[in-house]
């Protein structure tokens, strides 16, 4: 399955375009099926409707945990490190992981789940947290993990899309200094949420919470029911390729987030094999991907991926920059760590500290880096490359998204040439194309154009839940017969791939896709507030930061008070995540007769850049546009 040479990947390449189908079964094979699959693909994108392995039976549990049992099971599964250095960092075997997975479906059994229920966690970032997710998938029961950070609306809303009849969650949580009320959050969530039956609260912070008789359980008094009852093993249930494995919500360019629909066995496939590959993992290599579990990167390449592979996978429960702005390279030196997961924005971050807490750190454990979730900016690529990887670590620049499951372009560790600020190749299997606005294919190289991939991966989406309509309408209408991807892209005359972001209205905020619809709905939702466009603009630390123009006449208060009232209304509806770091009052909002906001201007105030505003003529009222001019921030 590995591609160990850049020939190989060439060929590997060229066979999955000419026989996708002989080229995926071949992969697949690599993995523990209960049935085989009758036949490989079967696709279209106009509904769309696309399916692999029809007819494979499988439990991915069973390839991520019992299938190594034999070989790994007293080998490290998961190395856990807390957020307080102090505390004690915890590391769980296989066999052990294989156990407590099994222990707490078996708890989640008692507590009515079955096949196909949907169940909700919201938990910090601790061992229980892939625990939870496994147990979930043991037992044929769809995960829908919401990160740490949203509100209680935000999980509200998710949990009322997807019907989740089963909350998992924690008292409270730690990410540095803060305490994360993590279970008052859901009791304020759950008011609006009748589907959820049972909420199953693990032990962290043991901060005072409120437990409701008859709805809310102990994770470990529920652990001890299941022990004295005998059930420390749980039979994988078996599950169909195309059966639900999880809904991961995330953000667009309108309204709210939508659920995103991944399946069993095409998933475990594209997890498994994009892992091994493009992190050329080796057995015994230490892995630390420093993304939470509550976004893509950590479902596909903290937990499944890695797992699927028998690999050690590092979870941290803590931030980059405390208790000290050294805290990675002391987790690197102290694990030895040799590959290391991470984000542009924590490297552009943990740069602004300077390389002194660098200096006295032993990194030559280290022999792969990677960056994930937005466009890596030049400076920061050669930060990492020389201060991290003291240059003799390739560097894995992985472009792909929530909706594809895992990573579609990138170089291959060690075999593809980097190149800075590139995502390079795309990897065997996907076939992207750039397009016009048209619609027609720009071919050739020195181009730039709208990023779609033409032919069907076995780890994409096959829809948004509860409403195919819309994944048809928001990925497969743009372009005919294409998947669009929402992001520019150009090819330069390397045939490489650079991602140049987002052409919609999502901003990546930190490596956070937050839709401006959805801010601005929120901060419209604000008494004083008639009316607000929100725009992205770059930021030295989070790629992009959030601007909103906010319309606000009867202001309760001077203008600052109103602001921080603002941001309160946001962290309320969102989450803090959301929240813009720029709010700028002003009269009115620069529309076209038909009444249609021009974000275009508004883009270009945010960015600092006003000499050149366009045609302005079609404006309703032009001289709003100087006002906004003048009053930027
Ligand atoms: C959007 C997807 C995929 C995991 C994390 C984000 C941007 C992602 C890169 C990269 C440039 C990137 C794109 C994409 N993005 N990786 N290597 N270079 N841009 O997942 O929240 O679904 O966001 O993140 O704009 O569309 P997501």
Redesign the pocket.
């Known amino acids: 399955m590995k591609i160990t040479s850049f020939d190989e990947y060439q060929k590997a390449y060229k066979r999955s375009v000419d026989s996708p189908e002989e080229f995926w079964a071949d992969i697949a094979g690599n993995f523990q099926w209960r049935k085989p699959w009758i036949k490989t693909l079967e696709w279209n994108f106009t509904e769309p409707n696309v399916k692999w392995f029809i007819g494979g039976k499988l439990n991915i549990t069973e390839n991520c945990l019992d299938r190594h049992l034999d070989k790994l099971g007293d080998k490290p599964a998961i190395i856990w490190e807390p957020n307080d250095p102090s505390e004690d960092h915890r590391i769980l075997t296989y066999k052990q992981l294989h156990e407590k997975v099994c222990q707490f479906a078996n708890v989640l059994k008692n507590n009515g789940a079955k096949k196909g229920d949907r169940i909700c966690i919201y938990m910090p970032m601790v061992p229980e947290l892939a625990i939870a997710v496994l147990a979930c998938a043991r037992i044929g029961a769809v995960h829908s993990v919401v990160f740490g950070g949203f509100s209680a609306q935000s999980i509200a809303d998710r949990i009322q899309d997807a019907q989740c009849n089963i909350v998992i969650t924690a008292d409270g949580g730690f990410r540095g200094t803060k305490e994360i009320p993590l279970k008052n959050v859901i009791d304020d969530a759950l008011v609006q949420c009748p589907s959820v039956k049972k909420v199953i609260v693990l032990t962290r912070s043991r901060t005072p919470i409120s437990m409701l008789k008859g709805r809310d359980l102990w994770w470990e008094d529920e652990i001890k029911k299941v022990e004295t009852q005998g059930n420390t093993t749980c039979p994988a249930e078996e599950m169909d390729a195309e059966d639900m494995l999880f809904i991961l919500y995330?953000s667009g360019s309108t309204g709210k987030p939508k659920g995103v629909v991944h399946t069993c066995g095409g998933y475990m496939v594209y997890a498994g094999y994009t892992f091994a590959n493009v992190f050329q993992y080796n057995p015994g290599e230490v892995y630390f991907c420093t993304?939470d579990i509550g976004?893509?990167?950590g479902h596909s390449y903290i937990v499944y991926g890695p797992l699927s592979q028998g690999a050690t996978t590092f979870m941290f429960e803590g931030i980059p920059t405390w208790p000290n702005p050294g805290r990675f390279w002391e987790i690197v030196e102290e694990y030895k760590v040799n590959i290391l997961y991470t984000a542009p924005t924590a490297i552009r971050s943990l740069m602004s500290f300077g390389t002194d807490v660098l200096k006295d750190k032993d990194l030559s454990s280290l022999k792969k880096l990677g960056?994930?979730?937005?466009?890596?900016n030049e400076e920061a690529w050669h930060w990492f490359d020389e201060n991290v990887g003291h240059k003799n670590c390739p560097i894995v620049?992985?472009?792909?998204?929530?909706?594809?499951g895992g990573?579609m372009?990138?170089p291959i560790a060690g075999v593809t040439k980097t190149k800075p600020t590139f995502?390079t190749l795309p990897l065997p299997g996907v076939q992207p194309v750039l397009v016009d606005e048209h619609g027609n294919e720009v071919e050739g190289n020195g181009v730039s154009g709208f990023l779609c991939i033409k032919f069907p991966w076995p780890g994409m989406l096959r829809t948004t839940y509860g409403d195919h309509e819309r994944c048809r309408q928001t990925y497969f209408s743009a372009y005919k017969g294409k998947y669009f991807?929402?992001?520019g892209c150009l090819r330069d005359e390397d045939g490489y791939y650079r991602?140049t972001?987002?052409v919609d209205d999502?901003l990546?905020v930190s490596?956070?896709?937050i839709g401006t619809a959805e801010v601005e709905n929120a901060i419209n939702m604000h008494a004083s507030v008639v009316e607000s466009a929100v725009v992205g603009y770059p930021h030295d630390i989070k790629g992009q930061g959030v601007y909103a123009f906010v319309v606000s006449p009867n202001k309760h208060g001077d203008e600052d008070l109103t602001r921080k009232d603002i941001l309160v209304t946001v962290t309320r509806i969102i989450g803090a995540i959301a929240k813009p770091d720029k709010i700028q009052f002003v009269s009115g909002l620069p529309k076209t007769r038909s009444g249609k906001i021009m974000r275009r201007i508004l883009r270009k105030i945010a960015e600092g850049d006003t000499s050149n505003l366009g045609d302005t003529s079609t404006l309703l009222d032009p001289a709003i546009v100087e006002e906004i001019k003048a009053g930027a921030l």
Do not use: F, M, Y
């Open positions: 995330t993304a976004w893509i990167t960056s994930v979730g937005e466009p890596i620049d992985t472009w792909w998204q929530t909706e594809t990573i372009i990138s995502a991807t929402g992001d991602i972001g987002r999502v990546n490596g956070h896709r």
